[in-house]
């Protein structure tokens, strides 16, 4: 059975757009972690847009399920994850302008830069995944320089309408789950996953762990809005006013 790694940075996106504590991406973790949560995952940024470090330093010490820590493979955020020691570190590609990752890694280009990340992380006992495409060289190259798992971008299948374009993206990301597997390495996919296109992609028994953070993010809100509202409304028709 596979696991699911719930990715909270927009909880942090929402509480950074007033500035304030609220919402508090810690505790929206441990509210995942009792609903069945496997990991938590957060992509901590260069501009720190919406994770911040105490996030990171919290939800360590208070998580009793796994911390996978996204980020950028920098000498700053590599001496900040051995800091950090979460049981996971998974680079990913990042841009200053982007809205949300919006690619793979390109291992083969930057071969040596990470593969120094990754010995550097491994030195401290962490564990290491790269964030790439379904393609079979950026995969051969992610083994070579001795990841330990790899997470396969699901975007371009999670864009893809077409019956037939599905049906091609999902031949394409299972040959690749299948080479990943043969070689070794640990398979985790994520980005774009919501309650409508994740059960062909669980129902392979060879991905280890979904990472899933917008559509849960979304859905949350309209599962509890109405309660909400209602516990508002309490306060204010109840009020005693002089």
Same mark, same amino acid.
């Given at each position: 059975m596979a696991k699911l790694g719930v990715n909270i940075d927009h909880i942090a996106t929402l509480r950074q757009a007033r500035g304030g504590a609220e919402p508090d991406p810690v505790a929206a973790a441990v509210f995942a972690e009792l609903g069945g949560a496997d990991s938590i995952v957060v992509h901590l +940024? %260069? /501009?720190r847009r919406h @994770?911040? #470090? +105490?996030d990171v330093r919290l939800?360590? #010490?208070i998580l009793q399920i796994p911390l996978d820590l996204e980020m950028a =493979?920098?000498? %700053?955020?590599?001496?900040? =994850? @051995?800091?950090f020691k979460p049981h996971l570190v998974t680079l990913v590609p990042e841009k200053r302008k982007e809205l949300t990752t919006e690619g793979g890694l390109d291992v083969r280009l930057d071969k040596d830069s990470l593969k120094n990340t990754i010995d $550097? $992380?491994? /030195?401290?006992? @962490?564990?290491?995944?790269?964030f790439i495409d379904p393609d079979m060289e950026q995969l051969k190259m992610s083994h070579k320089i001795n990841a330990d798992t790899i997470e396969f971008h699901t975007g371009q299948y999670a864009r893809t309408e077409s019956a037939p374009e599905i049906e091609a993206e999902l031949k394409k990301l299972f040959q690749m789950i299948s080479l990943a597997a043969k070689l070794g390495l640990g398979v985790n996919a994520g980005h774009g996953l919501n309650y409508r296109n994740i059960v062909p $992609? =669980? %129902?392979n028994p060879a991905i280890q762990e979904f990472?899933?953070?917008h559509s849960i993010i979304s859905r949350a809100v309209y599962a509890g809005i109405k309660e909400a509202v209602r516990e508002m409304k309490g306060l204010v028709s109840g009020a005693k006013r002089g």
């Open positions: +940024r %260069e /501009d @994770i911040q #470090e +105490r939800l360590k #010490e =493979a920098t000498e %700053e955020m590599t001496k900040l =994850a @051995i800091s $550097l $992380l491994h /030195d401290s006992n @962490i564990k290491v995944s790269l $992609l =669980a %129902e990472n899933i953070g």
